[in-house]
């Protein structure tokens, strides 16, 4: 499936798009491990190499967590898929590193890594600003199925939720609770990715398109979703 981008990697949106981005204190901060755990569990779900939440500031993409390549934090806003990402109101986007795939991006970077295929959906947040991307990227071109796509942009609205949650416990001055909230979640995405390798083993891979291992995997991002309503209100009504 081929995505229509623009003509430029600045959305009409921009300014109203990057208040959002630096209210939320996230881009361009230490890794912290719940989001090296989403990033972890979507690689293992999509059998990709690489899995990455990203952040596309003014002119810099900031790496929350990356699996799957050493030493990059930080990118050019022209040299990251995900600033194009970011770009279409479509939840989904595919894309090897063509030119005619995508013209806006350098593809010098992904090419030096043999990668040919992205995968990402749009980080939300309440406002609707689509400040980064959870993405999944590999070096064989692929497609993504309409399952596969509805379980990415799950995990997408997921962490999403998190960064929402992890300013809510910051701003108020309570990191103590964003550290326990951390450490339940990673308890959850831990068993997660138990389940993830088991049903890989014994189905001699994963596929999400299989109506029982999907709906496997729907009840487990759902757990986490509970995890984040209860944390979510909580820090709401303390707040």
């Given amino acids: 499936m081929s995505t ?3 003509t430029t ?3 009409a949106d921009e300014a109203a798009r990057l208040r959002t981005l630096h209210l939320y204190q996230i881009a361009g901060t230490a890794p912290e491990k719940i989001f090296d755990d989403y990033v972890a569990w979507a690689a293992q779900l999509f059998n990709t190499p690489i899995g990455l939440i990203s952040l596309v500031d003014e002119n810099s993409v900031h790496f929350k967590a990356l699996v799957g390549i050493e ?3 930080v990118l050019p806003r022209g040299e990251s898929m995900c600033s194009a990402a970011i770009l279409p109101d479509a939840p989904i986007v595919t894309s090897d590193y063509k030119a005619e795939s995508c013209a806006l991006i350098k593809p010098d970077v992904a090419q030096a890594h043999g990668l040919n295929f992205y995968a990402g959906s749009a980080l939300r947040m309440p406002d609707g600003a689509r400040v980064g991307m959870m993405a999944v990227i590999g070096r064989e071109y ?24 992890r300013f809510q416990y910051l701003h108020a001055h309570r990191p103590y609770d964003w550290e326990a909230t951390q450490q339940e979640l990673s308890a959850t995405l831990d068993d997660n990715a138990a389940l993830t390798r088991y049903l890989t083993t014994r189905n001699d891979g994963l596929n999400l398109d299989d109506d029982e291992v999907r709906d496997l995997v729907l009840r487990r991002l759902a757990g986490v979703a509970n995890v984040l ?9 303390v707040g």
Wanted: net charge negative; glycine share 2%; proline share 7%.
């Fill in 4 to 6: 229509p981008f623009p």
């Fill in 9 to 11: 990697l600045i959305p």
């Fill in 71 to 73: 030493g990059v934090s």
């Fill in 142 to 165: 692929r497609t993504l199925s309409t399952d596969e796509e509805k379980v990415l942009t799950q995990l997408a609205d997921l962490v999403s939720r998190t960064i929402e949650l």
């Fill in 229 to 237: 309503d209860r944390r979510l209100r909580e820090a709401r009504e």
